[in-house]
C-alpha cells in the first residue's frame, strides 16, 4: 500500500457512496413529505459533515495540502482504513435498501412514513450515522494528515452531536410509544454499547 494508493481508495469510496445514494436521493425528491425540519442550522450541520468528508480530505488529495501537518505514511493503518471502508459502504448500501421511501437526507417525515424496526434497525437506531462515523474512522487511517485525516470525524461528529437528539425528538413526536419502546430496546450507533 501507498499514499496514492490509499488516496485512490478514499476516493473510490466516495464516489461508491455516491452511486449507492443517488438513485434513493432521486427518490426521496419525488416522495412528499409530511414534516419537514429543515432549518438553517440543519444546513450548516450539512455543510459542516461534507467540508469534513469531502471538501479538506478532496483538498489534501489533489494537492497534498496543508503539509505541515502530514505525518509519516503507515500502509499497514491504510489497509486497515480501507477494510472499515468497505464496511461503511456495506452499510450504506443496507441501510438505503431497509429504508427505502423512508430515507432523507435531512430532518423529514414521509408522508406513510414507516417506523423501521427489522434488518439492521433490529440492533441500532441510527445505522446511517454508524457507516458515516466508519467513514470517517477510515478517512484519519487512510490520509497521513492531522487536518485532513480527522477531518471527517470533526464534521460528521458535528452534525451527529447536534443532530441525533433532534432526530430522535421528531421520530418520538411522530411514533410516541412506539419509537421509546424501540428506543428502550435499541442502541443508538454500536449494538450494545451505545
Known sequence: MTLTIAKTILVIGAVAWFIIR????????????????????EKILLTCSFTGLGIIPFIYVVSGRPHFSDYPFQPVMAWLGAIIFA????????????LGRNWSDSLEVREQHKLVTDGLYRHVRHPMYTAFFLWAVAQALLLP???????????????????VGREEQMMLDNFGDDYREYMRRTARLIPGIY
Do not use: C
Not at 464496511?87 to 431497509?98: C, D
Open 22 to 41: 443517488w438513485p434513493h436521493q432521486r427518490r426521496s425528491w419525488k416522495t412528499k413529505t409530511r414534516l419537514d425540519r429543515r432549518t438553517t442550522r
Open 87 to 98: 464496511v461503511a459502504l456495506w452499510l450504506f448500501y443496507r441501510v438505503h435498501k431497509e
Open 145 to 163: 494528515n492531522w487536518i485532513a485525516g480527522p477531518a471527517g470525524l470533526v464534521g460528521f461528529g458535528t452534525l451527529f452531536l447536534f443532530r
